[in-house]
Each structure stands twice: as structure tokens, then as C-alpha cells.
């Protein structure tokens, strides 16, 4: 079953609950520094537990310290959805260190 796009209001509510995401190119976008590579794949083992949960996976790269995301429902026509909100707060709860 595809999950509705979010509204433009309901877009823009959901950013302002995420300092530091931007909405690119129907995503939800957040580039991650750490202070290391270790940490850097800390962060992405952790958050790939919490995708798995919610059974919604980003598209994302890895370039030394830096964690790239992008949040799109694929299977809603590559749209932000609540999924996507969702799956973004999760990465925010996660340790950053």
C-alpha cells in the first residue's frame, strides 16, 4: 500500500522538527560530521538497525567522516512521506558521537 505524499504544510512542519534537514529534490537531506571514520560507521550500523525496524532504507554514502542521507518513499513515486519523517526522527535520537 503506497503512503501519501506529506503536504507542502505538513513538509514544512516536519523540517522545522529537524534542524538540519533540507527538503532537495523531493528528499529529506542531511549530511552527518563526525569527528573520525570509526564514528562515522558507528552511526551508520546504529541507524541501519533502526531502517531495518521500520523496514524503510535511505540512500546514503559514506566519505570518510561524513554520512550523506536522503529519505524518499521509493515505493509512493520517490516522495517524501511520514516514513520518511519518521525513519529522520530516528537518525536525530541516535548518538552523534
Known amino acids: 500500500m503506497k503512503t501519501p505524499p506529506l503536504s507542502d504544510a505538513d513538509l514544512q512542519t ?3 522538527a529537524l534542524p538540519g534537514w533540507t527538503h532537495e529534490g523531493n528528499c529529506l537531506c542531511r549530511t552527518f ?3 573520525n ?3 562515522a ?6 541507524a541501519s538497525y533502526e531502517a531495518e525496524e ?7 554514502t559514506n566519505v570518510y567522516r561524513t554520512v550523506s542521507v536522503r ?6 513515486g520517490g516522495v517524501v512521506t511520514a516514513k520518511d519523517v519518521s525513519l529522520a526522527k530516528r ?4 548518538p552523534l558521537s
Open 14 to 16: 516536519a523540517l522545522a
Open 33 to 35: 560530521a563526525f569527528k
Open 37 to 39: 571514520f570509526r564514528q
Open 41 to 46: 560507521m558507528a552511526f551508520m550500523v546504529r
Open 54 to 60: 521500520l523496514n524503510h532504507h535511505p540512500d546514503w
Open 71 to 76: 529519505l524518499s518513499t521509493h515505493d509512493s
Open 91 to 94: 537518525f536525530e535520537a541516535l
